[in-house]
């Protein structure tokens, strides 16, 4: 299994940007698929983003379509969640996950092997 540690949230207003950054352990961070998820308080964990292993292929949750971008550097063993034009509803805490294979599009938590252990977002209006 690969660790994960995620940085970079904090709390911003409404239409304001911030960028997750998401750092794995391991040689193999290439053979993992990428995926960002964020659990709201008294709701349950929901897919946001994913990205396959080269970067060449991402999927989006419709609620973020358009305002968030994934990518990841191989070189660096990161993986990077820009959220643009943030809205209150955004808050949550937001985690990484990975998941060994080509499949990409995995929306559903438990198919990921590894979890990071979060990161607050607070959106205020």
């Known amino acids: 299994q690969v660790q994960l540690v995620e940085s970079g949230g904090g709390l911003v207003q409404a239409g304001d940007s911030l960028r997750l950054s998401c750092a794995a352990s391991?040689?193999?961070?290439?053979?993992?698929?990428m995926g960002w998820f964020r659990q709201a308080p008294g709701k349950e964990r929901e897919f946001v983003a994913v990205i396959n292993w080269s970067g060449s292929g991402t999927y989006y949750a419709d609620s973020v379509k358009g305002r968030f971008t994934i990518s990841r550097d191989n070189a660096k063993n990161t993986v990077y969640l820009q959220m643009n034009t943030l809205k209150p509803e955004d808050t949550a805490v937001y985690y990484c996950?990975?998941?060994?294979?080509?499949?990409?599009?995995?929306?559903?938590?438990?198919?990921?092997?590894?979890w990071g252990q979060g990161t607050q977002v607070t959106v205020s209006s």
């Open positions: 996950a990975a998941r060994k294979g080509s499949a990409y599009y995995i929306t559903t938590a438990a198919d990921y092997d590894s």
């Open positions: 391991g040689r193999t961070f290439s053979s993992y698929v």
